[in-house]
């Protein structure tokens, strides 16, 4: 089983969960952030009730594994939580569970002595919002691991009139700003349909950085930049 990666993933529930139940409804159109989850590769979110000061009364971790409209198919009770019951509204945030990292360091067979081979991730980033000419978002590896890129997606979070011929690209930070996609039109415009891209370097980076270059036109048109490859601890 690999672990996904999202970037300031933080919802609410759209209806209750009842205990035992193996489906959550997320609020609209979030849900699309997670359309690859499958059983193979699981996003850890958690269930949280919080106090008046933030701090969390009670947790549930779930695992993601599949995704339908705004439902979203989920194991239950994971790394030691309970199941409980959970209102409509309770938040629901991805946060890098302790099973997730253990299974991101976690060392395997390597063709180079002193490297650590690693599963492969998903990193989602975002969303972006393209009707801004100037819009970033970052996510940043823990120290000592890199991620090579096999593929670039955008997936449309949502939209409404879009138009224009917007552009995003990708890199590492705002001096190597395209190492992976140079400035690249977007020509998807429905939620949830999904444009991949290729990235332009074989090499490996420590963080990831995507940007909108050129504004579209419209009332909404938001998208992920979703990096799927593997890491690697050196």
């Known amino acids: 089983m690999r672990f996904g990666f999202i970037n300031a993933f933080s919802v609410q529930l759209g209806a209750t969960l009842a205990e035992g139940a193996t489906t959550a409804t997320l609020e609209p159109g979030v849900a699309v952030a997670l359309d690859d989850a499958s059983a193979d590769r699981v996003y850890p979110l958690v269930l949280a009730e919080r106090d008046v000061r933030g ?3 009670r947790r549930e971790i779930i695992y993601v594994t599949g995704r339908s409209g705004d439902d979203v198919t989920i194991q239950r009770a994971r790394e030691t939580t309970t199941d409980q019951e959970w209102p409509a509204g309770t938040v629901v945030e991805y946060r890098l569970t302790e099973g997730a990292l253990e ?3 976690q060392q395997g067979d390597s063709p180079v002595a002193g490297v650590a081979a690693q599963s492969q991730v998903t990193v989602a980033i975002g969303p972006l919002d393209l009707l801004s000419g100037a819009d970033t978002a970052v996510v940043s590896l823990p120290a ?11 997936v449309v979070a949502d939209s409404d009139s879009p138009g224009g011929a917007p552009e ?3 890199g590492e930070d705002a001096t190597n700003n395209d190492t992976l996609l140079a400035s690249t039109a977007v020509t998807v ?3 949830g349909e999904r444009q991949v891209e290729a990235p332009a370097t074989p090499h490996g980076v420590a963080s990831l950085r995507a940007a909108t270059t050129v504004a579209g036109t419209g009332t909404t048109l938001t998208a992920w930049v979703v990096v799927r490859g593997y890491v690697m601890e050196l």
């Open 168 to 170: 995003v690209e990708v």
């Open 144 to 154: 000592g691991l890199l991620l090579f890129a096999d593929s670039v997606d955008i």
């Open 103 to 105: 299974a991101l360091v």
């Open 55 to 57: 701090i969390d009364v």
């Open 189 to 191: 415009t429905a939620p």
